[in-house]
């Protein structure tokens, strides 16, 4: 007996031994047992290779045993299974980043944000991208769109204090104090948006602060 839509191929048995896989990697992650849940996922993709949420689940498992560039190639190929989930193409986005890809990381994030113009953190990323590219101006002009959607995003205001810095060095004080301007209304805005900030949106490389649920039943992974 086949299941019929997105386990087509597999028989029912199949299916539920690439469920128990994904199980089995979810309890090897609750004790950080990370090179066994890695070979759970890997065995479960074997067997069904069109889920994106498993591919993305790899990609963070590859991401905590420090093998990045493999992490933003599990998150390419789970965003070519779901090129319109918003989640992926953040982690995507910022998986290139963190890899010194940084054209790419725009790309991505540029993408996200046209077709979620709302979702801020594809803003906040865009925001010190952009400035490592040394696109000062368009680093600030991002940051005024994120403002329409989140005026009180630490992460803005964080990375915002630095084109400041770099486009404006030559100004003086003035602009000294607009830099810790933005980055007093993080500490104003929040007595743990600082630290959060400092470390931007990290958490979101964790599958389960993502909306992968929809397609397999990733949650609790301990961080």
Request: aromatic letters at 10%; proline letters at 5%; glycine letters at 6%.
């Given at each position: 007996?086949?299941l019929?839509?997105?386990?087509?191929?597999?028989t029912?048995?199949?299916w539920?031994?690439?469920?128990?896989?994904?199980e089995?990697?979810?309890?090897?992650?609750e004790?950080?047992?990370w090179?066994?849940?890695?070979?759970?996922?890997?065995?479960?993709?074997?067997?069904?290779?069109?889920?994106?949420?498993?591919?993305?689940?790899?990609?963070?498992?590859l991401?905590?045993?420090?093998r990045?560039?493999?992490?933003?190639?599990a998150?390419?190929m789970?965003?070519?299974?779901e090129?319109?989930d918003r989640?992926?193409s953040?982690?995507?986005?910022i998986?290139?980043?963190?890899l010194?890809?940084?054209?790419?990381?725009?790309?991505?994030?540029?993408?996200?944000?046209a077709?979620h113009?709302?979702?801020?953190p594809a803003?906040?990323?865009?925001i010190?991208?952009?400035t490592e590219?040394?696109?000062h101006?368009?680093?600030?002009e991002?940051?005024?769109?994120?403002?329409q959607?989140?005026?009180?995003?630490?992460?803005?205001?964080y990375?915002?204090?630095?084109?400041?810095?770099?486009?404006?060095?030559?100004?003086?004080?003035?602009?000294?104090?607009?830099?810790?301007?933005n980055?007093?209304?993080?500490?104003?805005?929040?007595?743990?948006?600082?630290?959060?900030?400092?470390?931007?949106?990290?958490?979101?490389t964790?599958?389960r602060s993502?909306?992968?649920?929809?397609?397999?039943?990733?949650?609790?992974?301990?961080?």
């Amino acid at each position: 007996m086949s299941l019929t839509g997105e386990g087509a191929k597999l028989t029912m048995h199949e299916w539920f031994d690439a469920e128990q896989r994904v199980e089995r990697a979810q309890n090897f992650c609750e004790t950080r047992q990370w090179s066994e849940a890695l070979a759970e996922m890997d065995a479960a993709l074997t067997m069904h290779p069109e889920n994106a949420a498993w591919h993305a689940m790899r990609g963070y498992l590859l991401h905590v045993l420090g093998r990045e560039s493999e992490a933003a190639d599990a998150y390419e190929m789970a965003l070519q299974v779901e090129p319109d989930d918003r989640d992926i193409s953040m982690v995507l986005g910022i998986a290139m980043a963190r890899l010194g890809r940084l054209a790419r990381a725009a790309d991505v994030l540029e993408e996200l944000s046209a077709k979620h113009p709302d979702f801020t953190p594809a803003y906040c990323h865009r925001i010190y991208i952009y400035t490592e590219l040394g696109m000062h101006e368009r680093a600030e002009e991002i940051f005024y769109l994120a403002q329409q959607y989140d005026d009180a995003c630490p992460h803005c205001f964080y990375h915002m204090g630095f084109p400041l810095l770099l486009v404006h060095r030559r100004n003086g004080p003035s602009i000294v104090g607009s830099t810790f301007w933005n980055w007093s209304r993080i500490i104003r805005g929040s007595a743990y948006a600082l630290p959060e900030a400092i470390e931007p949106w990290d958490t979101t490389t964790r599958p389960r602060s993502i909306s992968f649920t929809n397609t397999a039943k990733i949650r609790g992974i301990p961080t």
